[in-house]
């Protein structure tokens, strides 16, 4: 079937889109549109330029005979601040105080367009860094790892508190909470993870960071890495942090119940190590 141009490049666009981080080749397209490479690379230019001035993402080209394009994806940097200011403005409203001073975070949780936004704050960071897969406790986490994930085009294991009959024979460490200070136990599959395997992992909540360093030490069962840490939201009150390198998009300041207040600012995203000042600053 033979495209017109503005028809191929909606259909390229919506193609690269689908599939984050693959690489595609020229002669794909060129065969799918029946077009020239010289044609094809020219259609590449005027989406990759779109692509940057959008703040959408970039292309990566990969020359010679076994190269082609890929879709890395971006927020610019106007773009993520705008969200993190409203983040901080939707998790600082007092409604969302509950006793004991626990914050309601499920309808943000449940909200789609929401959590494919954080996904793809998050994905935009570690975007240039090799994960096999991304890496979650169940519950609340879910969410936001399968966002994160769409993104970077990997797939999630889900770490559970007790082993499931489903997921065949498991792996389980004992870890101290880092709130709490109590023992409690995580399980996971021992066909999630391959041996090797490069590991993201996501939550939405991280206080001193115990459940995190207990995935961390997981990963040591399964002879896989640690690619990287990334948290919608952590606390400022954790006394000492488990966890040193991390990205987060909001950090909770302070929560008074009395007065029905919440602290919420900005969290490390434009500082971390993983951000990436050359695209988002241009």
């Not at 029946?34 to 990759?48: P, V, W, Y």
């Not at 990566?60 to 076994?66: F, L």
């Not at 993520?80 to 309601?104: H, M, Q, T, V, W």
């Not at 009395?258 to 969290?267: C, M, P, S, T």
Request: hydrophobic share 40%; with cysteine.
């Amino acid at each position: 079937m033979k495209f017109r141009r503005s028809e191929r490049l909606i259909d390229m666009t919506h193609y690269l889109l689908e599939r984050p981080k693959e690489l595609v080749s020229l002669t794909f397209f060129s065969e799918k549109y029946e077009s020239a490479k010289s044609s094809i690379s020219e259609d590449l230019a005027i989406i990759k330029d779109t692509f940057e001035k959008q703040g959408i993402g970039s292309l990566q080209t990969i020359p010679g005979a076994s190269g082609g394009v890929k879709y890395i994806p971006r927020t610019n940097k106007e773009d993520a601040k705008k969200f993190i200011n409203e983040l901080c403005r939707l998790i600082a409203d007092s409604d969302r105080l509950l006793p004991g001073g626990y914050l309601y975070l499920t309808d943000l949780l449940g909200n789609p367009q929401i959590v494919s936004k954080v996904g793809k704050l998050l994905a935009s960071s570690f975007a240039d860094t090799d994960i096999d897969v991304i890496m979650t406790v169940a519950t609340k986490g879910i969410s936001i790892a399968h966002a994160t994930a769409a993104y970077l085009n990997v797939p999630v294991v889900i770490v559970r508190r007790d082993s499931k009959v489903t997921e065949g024979s498991t792996v389980s460490i004992n870890y101290v909470s880092g709130s709490s200070k109590r023992i409690q136990t995580m399980v996971l599959s021992k066909r999630s993870l391959n041996e090797g395997a490069k590991v993201l992992i996501v939550d939405d909540f991280m206080k001193a960071g115990g459940t995190v360093k207990g995935m961390v030490n997981l990963l040591d069962e399964f002879n896989a890495s640690l690619a990287g840490i990334a948290v919608l939201l952590e606390s400022e009150e954790a006394e000492e942090r488990l966890v040193d390198d991390y990205v987060s998009l909001v950090k909770l300041m302070d929560v008074d119940v009395k007065e029905k207040k919440i602290k919420v600012i900005e969290g490390n995203y434009f500082t971390n190590k993983w951000y990436c000042k050359k695209f988002y600053e241009n």
